[in-house]
């Protein structure tokens, strides 16, 4: 382990089997992520899957490929979800859900949602342990350590602004 390199206190096997989602929960989660985005986005996001419009004749009329269209960005969404670890997309549902995210006003597209999902869920919350068992002392000693060099950081840099006046 380098130095730079935070100890765990859990074992590093993993059963990607469980931590993935198959392809029929990646479709059931599909349908779920659709229901959430078309009521959080309301036209911003079900315009994608209404027919087209003929603007000369104000009429609506049903577009042929709409189905090919709509199949197309569902296999698109299924393809990002089974890449995207079951826990990471509950977590970045949940912060979508709840306003805590850069999709306020518009849906993000697959690719965005994956990047999203992953990136909230590397940054862990600053919150004390839930499990009552406290970090082993490598752990600790680690933290120790980032705290100190904090600290020195904002030291110096505070001592470089005093110079300067």
């Known amino acids: 382990m380098s130095s730079g390199e935070m100890p765990s206190n859990r074992s590093t096997s993993v059963d990607t089997a469980s931590v993935y989602p198959t392809a029929e929960q990646s479709s059931r989660m599909v349908d779920r ?3 959430i985005f078309d009521t959080l986005y309301g036209s911003a ?12 004749f104000g009429q609506s009329i049903h577009d042929d490929d709409a189905d090919m269209r709509y199949t197309a960005i569902c296999d ?35 690719l965005q949602f994956r990047e999203f999902c992953d990136s909230v869920v590397s940054k862990p919350p600053n919150r004390p342990r839930m499990d009552g068992k406290p970090s082993s002392p490598e752990v600790a000693k680690y933290h120790l350590a980032q705290i100190r060099e904090i600290i020195r950081n904002a030291q110096a840099k505070k001592q470089w602004t005093r110079d300067e006046r």
């Open 33 to 35: 992520l659709f229901l």
């Open 45 to 56: 996001w079900s315009k994608n899957f209404k027919p087209t419009e003929i603007a000369n």
């Open 76 to 110: 698109a969404w299924q393809k990002i979800i089974t890449k995207i670890p079951i826990k990471n997309l509950e977590y970045g549902v949940e912060r979508i859900r709840n306003g805590k995210s850069p999709y306020v006003n518009y849906p993000p597209n697959p």
